[in-house]
């Protein structure tokens, strides 16, 4: 099959885009290299990609670029581009992610439809779609009601995947990733300046008491149900959560066991940030297949290797 795959060079993308090729089929990334981190980072991400035969890169911005010729050889899309990141949502940057995350899919769903060939198109959408809600865990039916813009705009573009879907028979599959980690993962994230504080010996900063919680999911187990529902038949929206639901003091505890002491430095709760998430992944077993692999104690020990690497630490 070839692949379109969108935001390849981010961190969920070049791991979807790396399993493809494993797998046999040919990939079209594309990235626009947007500044949110590091370029370099981005790079090092596509360095394995860039030596495959299969595989090509295009630098196209999906909310201004022809899409159509870039579509036309392809017969599944993975949409992971966005800009990412609750907490940068607020304020004047709202108008990036409005463009990179609304008007960008937008564009792909109608250069898709004008395809008429596309066998699936899954898109990368969010736990942040459910908001700060009590009622936990979450199921694909439970309200969503976004805490922060950024969940406003992932939330308005899966509905526009909906939309395609029901209007027009574009077969969409929405995957709500919740709290994604591995390998790769990307710097403003609370794992990567953890574990970059603790093996710097610096001090960890925490907003909030810890007692939050969020359902960690391994990198791996997300490319997983990318793989699955472009292979399987379901269309809709699925919850995409690791099983490993833990409190963010727990997960420091661990990572103390993992990498060394931990001092911790307490910050004011961030607005936009969500009390707890969890999701009911039952649908996503029964549709897709979904069943996740891999135990928080075993990611994070191999992000935790991974960044060591990256700051020059044998481990
Ligand atoms: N990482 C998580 O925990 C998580 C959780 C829920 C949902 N998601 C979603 O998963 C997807 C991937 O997340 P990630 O953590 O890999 O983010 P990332 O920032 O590492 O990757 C996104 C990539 O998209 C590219 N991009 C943005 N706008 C573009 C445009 N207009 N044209 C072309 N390229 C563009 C960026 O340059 C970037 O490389 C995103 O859609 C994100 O909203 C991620």
Known sequence: ????????????????????????????????????YGREIKEG????????????????????????????????????????????????????????????????????????????????????????????????????????PYGVTKLAAENLCELYRRNFGLPTVSLRYFTVYGPGQRPDMAFHRFIAAVLKGETVRVHGDGEQTRDFTYVSDVVQANVEAMEGGAVGVFNIGGGSRVSLNEALRLLGDLAGPVRVERGEPQAGDVRHTWADTAAARAALRYVPRVPLREGLAAQVAWQSRRLGLAR
């Open 45 to 148: 991400n596509l360095a394995r990609l860039l030596g495959e035969p299969r595989f090509s890169l295009s630098t196209a911005d999906l909310a201004t670029a022809d899409l159509r010729p870039l579509l036309s050889t392809c017969e599944v899309i993975f949409h992971q581009a966005a800009q990412a990141g609750v907490r940068p949502s607020w304020g004047q940057s709202f108008e990036g992610y409005l463009r990179d995350n609304v008007l960008a899919t937008q564009r792909l769903l109608e250069a898709a439809r004008a395809h008429g060939q596309v066998r699936k198109l899954v898109y990368a959408s969010s736990s942040s779609v459910y908001g700060d809600a009590d009622d936990v865990p979450m199921h694909e039916s439970s309200r969503t009601a976004p805490h922060s």
């Open 1 to 36: 099959m070839r692949c379109l795959v969108t935001g390849v060079a981010g961190f969920i993308g070049a791991h979807l885009a790396e399993r493809l090729i494993e797998l046999g089929h040919e990939v079209l990334g594309v990235d626009r290299f947007t500044d949110y």
